[in-house]
Antibody
Framework: QVQLQESGPGLVKPSETLSLTCTVS????????WSWIRQPAGKGLEWIGR???????NYNPSLKSRVTMSVDTSKNQFSLKLSSVTAADTAVYYC??????????????WGQGTLVTVSS | DIQMTQSPSSLSASVGDRVTITCRAS??????LNWYQQKPGKAPKLLIY???SLQSGVPSRFSGSGSGTDFTLTISSLQPEDFATYYC?????????FGGGTKVEIK
């Protein structure tokens, strides 16, 4: 079955850019939407944005000015960049596939998550 | 943006209890509502999609209902492995907002 794995630095300095990659295994990345979702410690889930394998994107309006997503179908990977980070961006970051059927969609499966801490 | 409000934020229950969690949307979202279960240190796991469709492999004691603005997740007979935090999520709008979560604890 499809599995997702996040990778990237666990520590980022304030004002710098957070960069994460999600590697998809057990299936093709093609013809799906792929999302990033984050969760600060002890708090709820926040959708960051999605990318289709064509490269089209949707971003959370609250983060849109700082978010860039990209996809590399040859490597079965997609990536997240979040610029000008602050301590408020400290969270576990998850990647997830967006499944759909009959106009409904949902997140499944999810990666295991990776903790990114913003600190000097 | 669509706001999702879950209640209660936490509850205590015993094994075998029937548990109901409520999720309310700030505007009508038809049946564009999903439920997830999250255990400590783990990623969320899909339980229910499109308000009432049970994800493959999820035990039948989990069920979802509702449409419009009011939704419920019901666990018919709580099992030890069901102690977790549950989140609703709307997929009506592109931002896919989540509820604040309901933590189900052991009484």
């Amino acid at each position: 079955q499809v599995q997702l794995q996040e990778s990237g630095p666990g520590l980022v300095k304030p004002s710098e850019t957070l960069s994460l990659t999600c590697t998809v295994s057990g299936g093709s990345i093609s013809s799906y939407y792929w999302s990033w979702i984050r969760q600060p410690a002890g708090k709820g889930l926040e959708w960051i944005g999605r990318i289709y394998t064509s490269g089209s994107t949707n971003y959370n309006p609250s983060l849109k000015s700082r978010v860039t997503m990209s996809v590399d179908t040859s490597k079965n990977q997609f990536s997240l960049k979040l610029s000008s980070v602050t301590a408020a961006d400290t969270a576990v970051y998850y990647c997830a596939r967006e499944e759909s059927s009959s106009d409904y969609n949902w997140f499944d499966p999810w990666g295991q998550g990776t903790l990114v801490t913003v600190s000097s | 943006d669509i706001q999702m409000t879950q209640s209660p934020s936490s509850l205590s229950a015993s094994v075998g209890d029937r548990v109901t969690i409520t999720c309310r949307a700030s505007q009508s979202i038809s049946s564009y509502l999903n439920w997830y279960q999250q255990k400590p240190g783990k990623a969320p796991k899909l339980l229910i999609y499109a308000a009432s469709s049970l994800q493959s492999g999820v035990p039948s004691r989990f069920s979802g209902s509702g449409s419009g603005t009011d939704f419920t997740l019901t666990i018919s007979s709580l099992q030890p492995e069901d102690f977790a935090t549950y989140y609703c999520q709307q997929s009506y709008s592109p931002s896919g907002t989540f509820g604040g979560g309901t933590k189900v604890e052991i009484k």
